[in-house]
């Protein structure tokens, strides 16, 4: 059962297979940790050596110089963090990456995970980072997705919210408010209406241009209006978009024109068939999104 999301975070958990990707998400992580006074747990997963290719190195000795060297680059990266002034700490296990750091942020009380992917286009990308895909589907506490291409740490200015229009919304913005202390970003919550081919003439877009009524997009914003409510009442300067087309191209492209900062979601719904498609949905956005993405399980 997802723990209740916290009023502030305390506990960041940052993995880390010492790439370049793994840096930026320190970056992000570090600097999330110094706006919340919280404490940081690097976290490395050794994986097991396969059989075949390294018979070699299978002697009980090397595997655990292998670890020995982990948890040394480990701890020379806490040790950065902690010059910085920020409390941290190290987590160094062996297993498969993915079931290992959900399990490592349940025993340090994470409120947050953060963690690169690799970002890859073409055939590659649809093998993306099985270990980001399992920590986003499987994490009790937030996910927060960086990007090969994602820009260094900064204050979000602008804020992608892709909303189904269920109820599940606030636990996202919810979770992202945790984040942000005091700050207030413009939040623009977006709905993705899937139009078929042969309703093309009603198009939101198309009647838009033809200074038609769009009754289909009004009905939409009316269910957006309990969201846009709490967000405001947090705070937050919201916009509402109503876009035309597959929700993974479209969000992603939106978040491109308008330049956001981050985009921020849920990874399920209520009902089993929600709950599938709601799940792709995020995973794909995660991986072709062109700013981090902070992901909530409700």
Known sequence: MPEPIPASIQTVLCATDFSETAELALEHAVALARRRD?????????EPIPLGPYPALMAPENELAIREMAVERTEEIAARIRGDGIVADIRVDTGNPGPSLVTIAEDESADLIVIGTRGLTGFQH???????????????????TIHPEDEVATEPQTVIVPTNLSPETTASTDAFKALLGDQRPKLILTFADRTPPYL??????????????????????????????????AGFEVETAVLDGDPVQVVTQFARDREADMIVMT??????IVNALLGKTAQRIVQHAPCPVLTVRP
């Open 126 to 144: 649809l093998m993306l980072g099985s270990t980001a895909e399992y920590v986003v589907r499987r994490s009790h506490c937030p996910v927060l």
């Open 38 to 46: 919280a404490r940081v747990v690097v976290a490395h997963v050794v």
């Open 267 to 272: 990874t399920h719904g209520r009902s089993a």
């Open 200 to 233: 093309d003439p009603f198009r939101h877009d198309t009647l838009l241009k033809m200074h038609q009524r769009d009754v289909v997009k009004e009905e939409i914003e009316r269910r957006m209006e309990g969201a846009v409510m709490h967000l405001r009442k």
